[in-house]
């Protein structure tokens, strides 16, 4: 889907106003927004450069998760990579996994320690969690897709995620 259908179905559901209110721009940027791109251009036709085209520039001049998992975050959810097929999978990926689970499992006992040590978890400490589950939960869900996909079969014949008769 091209960035200026994203926007046109997202405002269609709102209306061009509410959302030209919400950004503080006029109803005939929306609009412009809501246009098909030229050929070869990041901009629209009508010239004005939409948000979503922004925030792709800024993702591909600082190739930082963290903007795209804030982004998820205002959303509810947060960023996953999807693996790749020709991704490295094999006992090294699951040992740096369980390698997270027992850091993140370490991270938790230490929360545990400071509740009983003042009753709380202070803001730091709550943001040391966050950063370290928003890492387990990318990392945990590109597991699960590479398991799901066949990734770590490599015994002979593999079908490459493809389902294999049961052996009986």
Same mark, same amino acid.
């Given at each position: 889907?091209?960035?200026?259908?994203?926007? &046109?179905?997202?405002?269609? %559901?709102?209306?061009?106003?509410?959302?030209?209110?919400?950004?503080?721009?006029?109803?005939?940027?929306?609009?412009?927004?809501?246009? %098909?791109? *030229? $050929?070869?251009?990041?901009?629209?036709?009508?010239?004005?450069?939409?948000?979503? !085209?922004?925030?792709?520039?800024?993702?591909?001049?600082? &190739?930082?998760?963290?903007?795209?998992?804030?982004?998820? =975050?205002?959303?509810? %959810?947060? @960023?996953?990579?999807?693996?790749?097929? !020709?991704? !490295?999978?094999?006992?090294?990926?699951?040992?740096?996994? =369980?390698?997270?689970?027992?850091? @993140?499992?370490?991270?938790?006992?230490?929360?545990? =320690?400071?509740?009983?040590?003042?009753?709380?978890? !202070?803001?730091?400490?709550? $943001?040391?969690?966050?950063?370290?589950? &928003?890492?387990?939960?990318?990392?945990?869900?590109? @597991?699960?897709?590479?398991?799901? &996909?066949?990734? @770590?079969?490599?015994?002979? *014949?593999?079908? %490459?995620?493809? $389902?294999?008769?049961?052996?009986?």
């Amino acid at each position: 889907m091209k960035s200026s259908e994203a926007i &046109q179905q997202a405002v269609e %559901g709102v209306g061009v106003k509410k959302v030209a209110a919400a950004m503080n721009v006029s109803s005939s940027l929306v609009y412009k927004w809501c246009e %098909g791109a *030229g $050929e070869g251009t990041a901009a629209d036709a009508s010239g004005a450069l939409n948000p979503l !085209d922004r925030v792709a520039a800024l993702w591909d001049s600082t &190739q930082n998760v963290d903007l795209i998992d804030w982004l998820c =975050q205002r959303a509810g %959810g947060t @960023f996953v990579p999807n693996p790749f097929r !020709d991704m !490295d999978v094999n006992a090294e990926y699951v040992e740096r996994t =369980q390698k997270i689970v027992r850091d @993140f499992s370490e991270l938790l006992a230490a929360v545990s =320690q400071s509740m009983i040590n003042d009753g709380r978890v !202070d803001r730091e400490e709550a $943001e040391h969690i966050r950063r370290h589950w &928003q890492m387990l939960k990318r990392h945990a869900e590109s @597991f699960v897709l590479a398991c799901e &996909q066949g990734l @770590f079969d490599h015994s002979d *014949g593999a079908t %490459g995620g493809q $389902e294999r008769p049961k052996r009986k």
